[in-house]
Structure formats: C-alpha cells, structure tokens
C-alpha cells in the first residue's frame, strides 16, 4: 500500500472516529436510563468484547502483570466514563461535551509537573479565550430545565478523572496493543463503577429496559470498541497534530446531533461561546505542537 492511500485510509479512519465519539452523549441521553446504569453495563459488554478480541487477535489471554500496570488508569477510566455519563444525563449535551473539552488546559500543564516536560506558558494563555467562552455558554443556558449545575460538576470531576487517565496510562500505553490496553482497563472500569451504582445511586442497576439495552451495545460497540480501533490505526499514517485537532470539533458535532435528534436548544450567545472555546482550545493544540 503507498503512503499516500495510508494516509487516506488514516484520514478516513479519523474522520469516522470523530463522528462515533460526537454520537456518545447523545446515546447516552437517548437511553433514557440513569448515567451511571449505562457507564456500568456498557463498561461490562466492552469488557468482554474486547477480551475476546485479544484472545483473536493475538492468540492470548489477559495476565495479571498488565492488570498491575492497568490498576490505576483503569480506576480513573472507569469513575470517569460513570461521572460523565451521570452528568451528561443531567445536564445539556453543550454543557457537558464543551466543560469536556478544556482537558488540554489541565493535562499540559500536570504532565509539566510529573513528567519533568519543558512547559510554555504561552499556548495556555489561549485557554484563556476558552474558559471565557465556556462562561457565556454555561451562563446562557436556555430556561427549559434541561441545563444543571449539578451535572456540569460531574462534567468537572470527569474532566479531572480524564485527565489522571491520561497521566496515569502513558507508560501502559507504550509497548501495549490497543487490544492489550482496553482488555486489561475495561474489566477494572467495570468493576470500580459497580460500586458508584451501588452506593451512590442504590436501585439503581437493574433499571435497564429493552430501549436502554439497544443504546448500550451500540455505546459498547461503537464508541466502546470501534472508535478506539480506528483511532489507533489512524495514528500510524495522520500526524498527531491533525489528530488533536480533528477532535477539537467534536464538541460542535454533539451539540449538533443533540439538537437534531434530541431537540436541545441552543441560543445566540451560546454558539458565539462555542467558537470561543473551540478557537481557545485549537490556538492551545497548535502552540503546543509547535513547541515540540
């Protein structure tokens, strides 16, 4: 295959991998079941599948030696994936995927102090632009009722919780296949988010109805399973640069497949919020991939 078919492939790889990841919160919304019931059993149906696929893909089984190394990505993977899907089912999809977004602006500057990275203070100044835009947005919301504080701070604890993923997984995910990875965090995901609902939210996990069940598989395949895949075959042929940057749109694809399919509202000053976060958080990609 010539580079330049890879690269097309890769492009076509990512661009799919964005349109599956904008689609997660409106799944979940659309399942019409409490946040941390979907996080647990589409946690469990990933578990699964993914530990099938290791075993075809490359004739193995889990080990307890990746377990170790997967105990502590694994625990901030799974209390993440229940906080956002808790807050993104009390709160509007603007809300949650766009305080999502502002990750960048918490992990540069914690892998600066825990990896020892140089950091420029320069392409942080341009979250500036974001955190502004994200204020008019979340102060705007419309008066439907849909928007809550109480989900947005569950949005914020995922931000935190995401972020620690990524710290804590650096050096799992070196040496390790995409299959090795998810077949070792999702099962400890899953069982970590057993006690969120168990305890946080009692009676909770066993609300599951035929709707709910059609929305988790395809939450479990699709954004569980599919998108991870390509996005690591994406990453062998497209530049990490595009691939930061493609996922700068994802929040302005969700918003839009909420209103479309959800019926969400979105006002004036909110779009011009969105703008700026995207704009706030795409200056931080850039600078920061040219600081490299």
Request: glycine fraction near 8%; charged fraction near 10%; include cysteine.
């Amino acid at each position: 295959m010539t580079d330049a078919r890879q690269r097309s492939l890769g492009v076509a790889a990512l661009v799919v991998v964005m349109l599956l990841f904008s689609w997660g919160s409106t799944l979940v919304k659309l399942a019409e079941t409490p946040g941390v019931t979907v996080a647990f059993w589409r946690m469990a149906l990933c578990s699964v599948i993914w530990v099938v696929y290791l075993r075809l893909k490359e004739r193995r089984w889990t080990s307890v030696a990746d377990f170790k190394a997967a105990l502590l990505p694994g625990i901030a993977f799974g209390l993440d994936i229940a906080a956002f899907f808790i807050g993104v089912t009390k709160t509007t999809v603007a809300s949650a995927e766009f305080t999502a977004s502002l990750t960048p602006i918490v992990v540069i500057p914690l892998a600066a102090v825990f990896f020892k990275e140089r950091m420029r203070l320069a392409p942080l100044t341009f979250g500036v632009l974001s955190i502004a835009g994200l204020a008019l947005l979340l102060f705007n919301a419309p008066p439907d009722g849909e928007f809550s504080w109480t989900g947005v701070s569950w949005i914020i604890a995922a931000v935190g919780l995401w972020s620690a993923y990524l710290l804590t997984s650096r050096q799992l995910r070196q040496g390790r296949s995409v299959a090795v990875v998810m077949a070792h965090i999702t099962p400890i995901a899953t069982v970590v988010t057993l006690p969120v609902a168990l305890v946080v939210f009692p009676g909770t996990l066993f609300e599951v109805t035929g709707r709910s069940v059609v929305f988790i598989s395809l939450l479990a395949v699709l954004t569980g399973t599919v998108a991870h895949g390509l996005m690591v075959y994406a990453q062998h042929s497209v530049p990490v640069g595009v691939i930061s940057l493609a996922q700068v749109a994802q929040p302005a694809l969700a918003v839009t497949w909420s209103v479309l399919f959800l019926g969400s509202s979105v006002v004036g000053i909110q779009i011009v919020g969105m703008a700026m976060v995207i704009a706030g958080i795409a200056a931080v990609t850039v600078a920061t991939q040219r600081g490299r």
